[in-house]
């Protein structure tokens, strides 16, 4: 099942694609309850799509591919190294990434993003299967410059979580396994990064399962999941696609700020 976040009408709806994406079930409520359609029919060209997430908690892993890790320069972290991002952070397919006013350093990260269907707490992995709604595509934009000054002090958030630094999308689907997804980032057309979800350090349900040891997780708290090497700058006027096998393709454009 392919569930999309949308707008018709002057209102916010949830609903299941149909008909190869081009006709929308309308869904009562939202997904992390119930699926149970109104029998409203959307068709998909006449609304516009949003995040599939509207005020979601994010939790991103760092260095959870080797790939990622060597191009860093960095060692294997001895325990996953966690952050998290503001809810304000979240913006949907279409709307633009900005570019802060005084940014000198922005990177893309594109990666595979587990959203939460049920309240989850010591989880084992074996059964983390059981708390996960679907997945979803991300792009883990990051402030190189303000993340290296605040990580030499342990923190990490402005480099992490400004406004527009967390794309997501198009859709959550359910039912995906995602140990051997193949993972896309192009940058105006040209591919940047190209990988497999197989390539994790620590695969889907181990993350589950690791972050629900310590915190309790919530439906619709959204995990990004790592991203793989080839990560470069962004600049105003660029394209940013992140393609996933089996969910679909986030794209999102970049503007300057203006303040």
């Known amino acids: 099942m392919r ?28 997904p992390f309850d119930a699926v149970r ?17 509207e005020r979601p908690r994010i939790f991103g892993f760092a ?5 990622h890790i060597d191009e860093t320069d960095r060692e294997v972290p001895e325990v996953p190294v966690v952050f998290m991002k503001p809810s304000t ?13 005084d940014g000198e350093l922005v990177h893309f990260e594109g990666e595979l993003v587990v959203v939460i269907g049920k309240e989850a707490r010591h989880v084992k992995a074996s059964e983390a ?5 679907g997945y979803t595509c991300g792009n883990d934009v990051s402030d190189r410059i303000m993340q290296r000054k605040e990580s030499k002090f342990g923190a ?23 140990s051997r997804l193949s993972l896309t980032t192009r940058v105006n057309g040209t591919v940047m990064q190209s990988a497999s979800t197989a390539d994790l350090l620590l695969a889907v349900p181990d993350i589950v399962s690791y972050l629900s040891r310590y915190v309790t ?4 708290d959204a995990i990004m999941t790592g991203t793989p ?22 794209r999102n454009g970049v503007v300057a700020e203006t303040v």
């Open 217 to 220: 997780l919530l439906p619709g």
């Open 63 to 67: 260095y959870n591919y080797a790939s």
């Open 3 to 30: 569930i999309v976040r949308y707008a018709v009408g002057g209102l916010n709806y949830y609903g299941k694609l149909e008909d190869g994406d081009t006709r929308i079930a309308r869904l009562q409520g939202d």
């Open 229 to 250: 090497s080839g990560v470069g700058p962004i600049e105003p006027g660029d394209e940013i696609e992140v393609e996933i096998e089996g969910i679909g393709v986030l």
């Open 89 to 101: 952070a979240v913006i949907g397919p279409g709307e633009a990434i900005v570019y802060p006013s």
């Open 37 to 53: 359609p109104t029998g409203d029919i959307d068709e998909a060209r006449d609304v516009r799509i949003l995040s599939p997430l």
């Open 156 to 178: 990490l958030l402005i480099g992490k979580g400004q406004d527009t630094f967390a794309p997501m999308g198009p859709v959550i689907a359910t039912e995906l396994d995602p």
């Open 129 to 133: 299967h059981e708390y996960i709604l």
